[in-house]
């Protein structure tokens, strides 16, 4: 079994930047596409970004493109999302989540999540 921990989530102001990471234990995620998802209070789990298993293939959310970028290091065991350019609109809890099937699109194509960390961009 896979458990995922994010982190890097902090307050800052609009136009900042942070770097998230999503750190695998447990099992190697090495062989998964891997994606990120935001939770804004009283909003639905919306998709950010997701990189394949190799980092070959990203995909990236209209709201986020060209501001964010994911990478991964597959010999560390983890998932990063550097975030720029922060708009107080990006305010969420950032999850990662390890694809199962489906659309990577949707939040029900990933099998497992971890608890998330929360980013908030003061206006």
């Known amino acids: 079994q896979v458990q995922l921990a994010e982190s890097g989530g902090q307050l800052v102001q609009t136009g900042g930047s942070l770097r998230l990471s999503c750190a695998a234990s447990?099992?190697?995620?090495?062989?998964?596409?891997v994606g990120w998802f935001r939770q804004a209070p009283g909003k639905e789990r919306e998709f950010v970004s997701a990189?394949?298993?190799?980092?070959?293939?990203?995909y990236y959310a209209d709201s986020v493109k060209g501001r964010f970028a994911i990478s991964r290091d597959n010999a560390k065991n983890a998932v990063y999302l550097q975030m720029n350019s922060l708009k107080p609109e990006d305010t969420a809890v950032y999850y990662c989540?390890?694809?199962?099937?489906?659309?990577?699109?949707?939040?029900?194509?990933?099998?497992?999540w971890g608890q998330g960390t929360q980013v908030t961009v003061s206006s």
């Open positions: 990189i394949n298993w190799s980092g070959g293939r990203t």
């Open positions: 989540g390890i694809y199962g099937i489906g659309s990577y699109y949707y939040e029900r194509s990933y099998a497992s």
């Open positions: 447990g099992r190697s995620i090495s062989n998964y596409l």
